[in-house]
């Protein structure tokens, strides 16, 4: 097997240099799922983790080791439980807007440094899944995020599949709407929490 080595950091790593920045990466990552998506497969994993920039702002998906094709229903719960999807823990059917929640899950957490609830026991004895949550909005944990990025990392992240954005294309025009909202008040300095 032969494997590209990519020379640059997690986004855990990342520190990005605004949320202009912030932005123009996750455009680029809404690309590359849409394209997967395009050629038939989910990630079913992203995280930031699993997301690279390198010196030259080159951004690379990694780690497909739960990808699997649009719609396969996994018989048992994969994913990393901080950005799983409320359908992975339900053993539901794997879709585009799977990997809209986990990228959702991804920029909630860079952009708060808090976690999206999950939906997930929190231990082993407990069977019953949680039906609610109580996730605030990330407004209220960043006051600097500007609320067309907000609220679309919000919608990402809704529980049920239908109320997301259906493509990577729609997260893309809204990541666009959200830097023109930056570049019209020139308010880019509120950074990213990220470490």
Same mark, same amino acid.
């Given at each position: 097997?032969?494997?590209?080595?990519?020379?640059?950091?997690?986004?855990?790593? &990342?520190?990005?240099?605004?949320?202009?920045?912030? /932005?123009?990466?996750?455009? #680029?990552?809404?690309?590359?799922?849409? @394209?997967?998506?395009?050629?038939?497969?989910?990630?079913?994993?992203? %995280?930031?983790? *699993?997301?690279?920039?390198?010196? #030259?702002?080159?951004? #690379?998906?990694?780690?497909?080791?739960? !990808? /699997? +094709?649009? *719609?396969?229903? %996994?018989?048992?719960?994969?994913?990393?439980?901080? &950005?799983? @999807?409320?359908?992975?823990?339900?053993?539901?059917?794997?879709?585009?807007?799977?990997?809209? &929640? *986990?990228?959702?899950?991804?920029? &909630?957490? =860079?952009?708060? #440094?808090?976690?999206?609830?999950?939906?997930?026991?929190?231990?082993?004895?407990?069977?019953?899944?949680?039906?609610?949550?109580? /996730?605030?909005?990330?407004?209220?944990? *960043?006051?600097?995020? +500007?609320?067309? =990025?907000?609220?679309?990392?919000?919608?990402?992240?809704?529980?049920?599949?239908? @109320?997301?954005?259906?493509?990577?294309? =729609?997260?893309?025009?809204?990541?666009?709407?959200?830097?023109?909202?930056?570049?019209?008040?020139?308010?880019? @300095?509120?950074?990213?929490?990220? !470490?």
């Amino acid at each position: 097997m032969v494997m590209e080595l990519v020379d640059g950091m997690t986004l855990e790593q &990342y520190e990005f240099g605004d949320l202009i920045d912030f /932005c123009q990466v996750m455009q #680029k990552v809404a690309e590359g799922l849409g @394209a997967m998506h395009q050629s038939g497969f989910v990630h079913a994993d992203i %995280k930031p983790n *699993n997301i690279m920039v390198d010196e #030259k702002q080159v951004v #690379k998906i990694i780690d497909f080791g739960q !990808s /699997c +094709p649009v *719609n396969t229903i %996994k018989q048992r719960i994969q994913g990393t439980p901080e &950005y799983i @999807a409320p359908e992975q823990v339900k053993r539901k059917a794997i879709t585009p807007e799977t990997d809209v &929640y *986990n990228l959702g899950a991804t920029m &909630y957490f =860079l952009l708060t #440094k808090v976690h999206v609830p999950t939906i997930m026991p929190q231990t082993e004895s407990a069977v019953a899944l949680k039906s609610e949550r109580d /996730c605030k909005p990330v407004r209220e944990l *960043n006051p600097a995020v +500007p609320p067309a =990025l907000a609220s679309l990392v919000m919608n990402c992240i809704e529980l049920s599949p239908d @109320a997301r954005p259906a493509t990577m294309t =729609l997260v893309h025009q809204r990541l666009a709407m959200a830097l023109g909202q930056l570049q019209r008040t020139g308010d880019a @300095a509120g950074q990213p929490t990220v !470490s």
